[in-house]
């Protein structure tokens, strides 16, 4: 009797010990959660990521199954929208920035797609009570190590049943050991460290073939969890993703039921609880026990689990725009247009700290000249940019912005194909025959955008070819930006592309940009003076500027270099 009661005893003391350390746990997770949120509300991401964590978010929309048009690997590097999308990430959860990021590689080119996401967007702008309060959700969502929560989940389509009758025969031997100890002490202890032993090995030698799986099962369990307190949200906005939250839940609702303890994920947390969690399951595999259980009923629901996480995924996702909102300088909706005119006001790069606003209004064909430094690089970036942002989140760095839905295409940040074995020209001419490619058979406008056209080969080809290729995407169906050194294209296009350019002045020894867009060609020979300014001596700088001059009055090198 006694034995019993200090069996029962003990358990209870467990019990409320764990209930405590939980309640304490989760009052300074919400004490957190407040502080992070409000600091990073209206803030750049400070959020840090591996190299492995950040390639994981991109998994989601590569494996998609959808015919919207998507930006391509080229243009968003060309773009570097990857630090614009760290820079706008300031989601709570792994789905969030899933959606996020397929948002910005996924052009919306339809009215309805844009204003709903907007209508959420401005919802959570305009709430701060109900934005915090699905924050906490998305907060206890969160991420995992490594791998985004899509990868885990997928993972759990290649598990296999394990058995769980040898794991409940284990555990029997950890509680009767425990049980023995109060009745017979000697043979508790003599029970008791054999199992827990042979226990520890077994759980430790199980969880390098289960935790991917175990990972995904709490991944699961977290986003059911999310759908049950979405589904029971009553907000206008939000009801639609309630409704889908609700069915998603139902479905899945056989997954969550004695599950409590494989939510912990396989790892030991900071807090007593986890420490506890992990210890009972270490000794009496609970988790390995519900293991097959888990398998069995996942199967046939992988679409209510990525259901649910787009569910969750697109509320974190509009936080994080609105959040996005809040930190630009200034920012407008994109007013979507027929006509193939780009129209901004006061434009400007988003990356930038003390950036300079640029307003334009294009159409067809525009050939930007310019020397190095001056601008058109980031001018080019920004017009792809604003575009890309009017088409995901409708959220343009501007006071003012208009254009048609537009699949933007760009060739700018080149490189050497080394392990292809393809050369700078050949890598530069497979990009541009992109855009020539997308503007012949496309029935959305394209907006072309072309740093330095052909800039891997010879003077003269490079100029004769790239007039061709550039008429040949005048009018039609696009607007194609072109940045160039040859100013020669300037006069070979001028009847096919307006000229426009930046230029800089050069005062004593100090080089000065304006990175203000001007009309008509760059004037200016400023190169060679740059070259003094740098530290070359006279005789150079003297000798480089008349030969410039030779050879624009004679046409001739050689004739130069004799002379």
Known sequence: ???????????????????????????????????????????????????????????????????????????????????????????????????????????????????????????????AERRLFMQRILYDVGRMNKMSFYDYIIQIKKAARIGKMKYIAAGLMSAAGIILLFVFPLAGVLLLLPALFINFFIHISQRDKTQTYIRGFSCVIKLIEAGSKIAACTDPELIPLAERAASATKALSGFKAGAFFVTSGGSVGTGLGDTLLEYLKMFFHLDLIKFDSMVETFAGHEKECMDLLEIVGTIDAAIAAASFRQLLPCWCHGCVTDEKVISGKEMYHPLLNDPVPNSLICSGGNLITGSNASGKSTFLKNIAISQILMQSIDTVPAKEWSAPYMKVVTSMALTDNLLGGESYFVVEIRSLKRIVDMAEGSDVPVLGIVDEVLRGTNTIERIAASSKILESLAGGNTIIFAATHDIELSYILESLYRNLHFEEEIDGGDVRFSYKLMEGRALTRNAIRLLGIAGYSSGVVESARKMAEEFEKTGEWDRVRKE
């Open 1 to 127: 009797m006694d034995s019993g009661i200090a069996i029962i005893v003990i358990s209870c003391v467990l019990a409320v010990t764990f209930a405590y350390s939980i309640i304490t746990e989760n009052r300074k997770k919400s004490v957190e959660f407040k502080k992070s949120a409000e600091k990073n509300w209206g803030k750049r991401s400070a959020l840090r990521q591996s190299a492995e964590e950040f390639e994981s978010i991109s998994h989601y929309f590569k494996n998609r199954n959808t015919n919207a048009f998507t930006v391509d690997d080229i243009t968003w590097n060309d773009c570097g929208m990857d630090d614009v999308f760290r820079m706008m990430n300031t989601a709570l959860s792994s789905p969030g920035e899933d959606i996020l990021y397929t948002w910005l590689r996924e052009s919306a080119f339809d009215d309805r797609t844009i204003a709903g996401r907007n209508a959420l967007i401005e919802y959570f702008s305009a709430n």
